[in-house]
């Protein structure tokens, strides 16, 4: 499975700002240099490695949401199919936080049709002009 480094960098993204931190905040929590950091906001070419040892620098964040956009943004507490409330999260934030999750998914889905629509029209195209030829 491919890593889309735009779509880890939305991700993050998104964590910080449901945790509320800025760049700076994240580089001295995860004890990365800022500039590491902000190639990983930016969905630039970066190093897998820095990626994984910023992210074990946040124990509460599922990794594999980060990644690959599996599961959960937080890790939870509890054993599945219990109500299980996400790591450092007010009770207030955990239904917020499960509706922007939603919406996270439907925008991926909305990006992942167009990719498909843009693909299309490009092969129709493509149909169109070698039938000009027959």
Known sequence: ???N???TSARLNFYMRIKELD???LSMLTKTPPETVGCILQGEDYCMDDLVALLKELPD???RWVI???GNVF???GKEGENAQPVGLKK???E???EMQALLHQLEEIEKQKQQQTHLDQLRSRIRDLTKHI
């Open 75 to 77: 890790k939870v507490e």
């Open 1 to 3: 499975m491919a890593i």
């Open 92 to 94: 207030d934030r955990a």
């Open 68 to 70: 690959y956009g599996e």
């Open 96 to 98: 917020y936080l499960a």
């Open 61 to 63: 964040l599922n990794s």
């Open 5 to 7: 480094l735009q779509q």
């Open 23 to 25: 760049v700076y905040q």
